[in-house]
C-alpha cells in the first residue's frame, strides 16, 4: 500500500511523486518527470473512462430504438412514439436539423482510440501502456518485474513507481481503494500482450 508519510499540504501532485522517489530510493531519473506527463496520465484515464460511458449510453440508446420499434410493428402510427424514435436516432448520428424544437448540436472534434486501446480498462491503458512509457523514457530501460520465489511478491521499481503515480492522481478502485501491485503487473502483462500482437 502506498504511504507517503507527512507531505507538505500545499504539495502538488509532481512534488509528491518526487518525494515518493526519495523515499523509496527508485531511479533519481524519474524526477526528470514533468506535470504535463502527469497531467497527461489523469487525461488519457479520464478520456477512456468518458469513451467507456458514451458507449454504454449509445448501447443503451440502440436498445431503446430497437424495443420503440418492436412496438411501433405492433401499434402503428403512435405520433410520440414515431417522435421519440427519431429523437433517439438523432442522438446517435445527428445529422441535419434536430427533430425536436430547440435543440442543436456544437460540432467540436472527437478524439478517436484504436481498437486496441478499448479492449482495456481505463486503468489498464494507464498503469499498462502511459506509465510505462513515462518510466522507460526517463529511466532509459525497460519495465518489468519479478516476483519472490518464497511468498510471491512483486519487486519493482516500476510498479513501486507506478503505484505512488495512481495514489497520487487519485486513480482507485470503484470502493476507493488502491489497485494493488498484482494489478499493475496484470495490466503491464496484457498491454504487452495486445502491442505485440
Known amino acids: 500500500m502506498v504511504n507517503i508519510d507527512d507531505p507538505p499540504k500545499d504539495a502538488t501532485p509532481l512534488e509528491l511523486i518526487r518525494?515518493?522517489?526519495?523515499?523509496?530510493?527508485?531511479?533519481?531519473?524519474?524526477?526528470?518527470?514533468?506535470?504535463?506527463?502527469?497531467e497527461g496520465c489523469l487525461l488519457v484515464y479520464r478520456l477512456l473512462q468518458a469513451e467507456k460511458r458514451k458507449r454504454k449510453y449509445f448501447g443503451e440508446l440502440t436498445r431503446a430504438i430497437k424495443a420503440m420499434r418492436k412496438t411501433q410493428r405492433l401499434v402503428p402510427n403512435l405520433p410520440d412514439l414515431d417522435r421519440a424514435i427519431a429523437t433517439y436516432e438523432w442522438f446517435l448520428k445527428p445529422v441535419d436539423d434536430s427533430p425536436v424544437e430547440g435543440v442543436t448540436l456544437t460540432k467540436r472534434g472527437e478524439i478517436q482510440f484504436n481498437d486496441k486501446v478499448l479492449q482495456l480498462s481505463a486503468f489498464e491503458v494507464v498503469a499498462g501502456w502511459v506509465i510505462p512509457c513515462i518510466f522507460e523514457t526517463h529511466c532509459g530501460k525497460?519495465?518489468?518485474?519479478s516476483r519472490d520465489s518464497i511468498d510471491?511478491?512483486?519487486?519493482?521499481?516500476?510498479?513501486?513507481?507506478?503505484?505512488?503515480?495512481?495514489?497520487?492522481?487519485?486513480?482507485?478502485?470503484?470502493?476507493?481503494?488502491?489497485?494493488?501491485?498484482?494489478?499493475?503487473?496484470?495490466?503491464?502483462t496484457k498491454c504487452r500482450r495486445l502491442r505485440n500482437r
Do not use: C, H, N
Request: hydrophobic residues 45%; charged residues 30%.
Open 19 to 38: 518525494r515518493a522517489i526519495d523515499k523509496r530510493g527508485l531511479p533519481a531519473a524519474l524526477k526528470q518527470m514533468t506535470g504535463a506527463e502527469l
Open 142 to 145: 525497460a519495465v518489468g518485474y
Open 152 to 188: 510471491e511478491t512483486i519487486r519493482s521499481e516500476f510498479v513501486d513507481f507506478a503505484e505512488y503515480v495512481l495514489a497520487v492522481l487519485g486513480i482507485t478502485k470503484t470502493d476507493g481503494t488502491p489497485y494493488e501491485r498484482r494489478a499493475i503487473e496484470a495490466a503491464l
